[in-house]
């Protein structure tokens, strides 16, 4: 296993461009099982997380080829799906990607039934499935969980109004998904509005979808006979921009993001403002710049457009090293915070109640060796580590290479020594 080893004292400079989101290119993956024929993605991230959907979906009778583009970090996924196609997916690769869940609603839709691997919990909290589950009941959708997997049949699906106990993404795709081919109008209210649902009701839409309300709270899908692949770019990542944002941030830096709009990221660009941080959007992105040490700001998660959840680890790592105390509440994820214990390690003074954090800034970290968690996690604890005293190792790096292209090469781009080493084995004791 890799780990990340980070000298502290960083001050990040530079242009950094980001490319497509992988949170939309999954569900664009899922959604191209939706039409016999062949779909092209382009802008999507060269991660961990893109290779195991393509093997999902090829599991499922489809051909997939993953070209490089031109920049190194994205890549131009094509995808020829059968007439038919398979509509099993295994326990060994759900396991590994919760989001292969959302193969359930297209392959419902198009083949009347589907086995997916039940995807069990994960290390940022429960994770469940009621929704899905309750709205492709009320499309018509009989479910059962049998042996580990999550069982779903439906000679035709048909259109019904849907009510979101809170606005999941997954439920949201999961069920526009489905209700795209379903017989008559389809209602999903209290919708999830995150930029990457708008990307897939795009994508849809130009397949042949009529979905009006896209980015919206509720969103009415009229469903048709059959849709066609087509060509389609995926929407830049705003969490790996965001990063980029709060890295800036927190090093006092001076940092101009290309490829996610401002206007994806308003209420976190926002916080950085208030912390002292100058922030201009530009033509393809945004630039921010501070050169004092950043002010305390209190942070609460929230669906999109609030705070986003996966950004949480950049928000403690922010306050960590910030002037004044700051109160830091998680409202998605009960395991988010588990990832604190490891910053703790790096000097910072934090305590958590329930899911608050009171986090009282330090002027430096100091460095230690550390664990990432998750993948947001992994990378905040990087940023934090660029921010300590001495030098931070960053073990289970594998997380990051789930959701951020050549992280280590972007932060070396914009002036961080960086460097990516193998992890000494860890001994084995035997009894
Ligand atoms: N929830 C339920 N029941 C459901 C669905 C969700 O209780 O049927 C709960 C979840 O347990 C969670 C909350 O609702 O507490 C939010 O879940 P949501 O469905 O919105 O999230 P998700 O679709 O599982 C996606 C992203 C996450 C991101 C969240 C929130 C993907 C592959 N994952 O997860 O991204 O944090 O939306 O924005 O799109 C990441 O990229 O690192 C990541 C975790």
Known sequence: MDLLRVAGGARLSGDVTVVGAKNSALKLMAAALLAPGRTVLTNVPKITDIAIMAEVVRRLGCEVTLTSEDDISRATVEIDVPEVPRHEADYDLVRQLRASICVLGPLLARCGSVRVAHPGGDAIGSRGLDMHVAGLRRMGAEITS??????????????????LDFPSVGATENLLMAAVLADGVTEIDNAAREPEIVDICDMLTAMGANIFGAGTSQIVVDGVDALRPVA??????????????FAAAMTRGDVHVHGVPAAHLEIALDKLVTSGASVAASEDGFRVRIDRRPSAVDIVTLPYPGFPTD???????????????????????????????????????????????????????SGAPVTATDIRAGAGLVVAGLCADGTTDVGHVHHID??????????????????????PDEPVFTM
């Open 311 to 365: 950004l949480l680890p950049m928000a403690v790592g922010l306050a960590a090293v910030s002037e004044g105390n700051s109160l830091i509440t998680e409202n998605i994820f009960d395991g988010r915070f588990m990832f604190i214990q490891e910053l703790t390690r790096l000097a910072a003074e934090i305590r958590t109640d329930g899911h608050h954090a009171v986090v009282r800034g330090r002027e430096r970290l």
């Open 402 to 423: 789930r959701g951020y292209p050549d992280f280590a090469a972007d932060l070396v781009s914009l002036g961080a020594d960086v460097r990516r080493i193998q992890a």
């Open 232 to 245: 389609h770019r995926t929407v830049g990542d705003r969490i790996v921009a965001g990063t980029w944002a």
């Open 146 to 163: 049998e042996h580990g997997f999550v069982i779903a049949t439906a000679e035709k699906l048909h259109g019904a109004t849907i009510w």
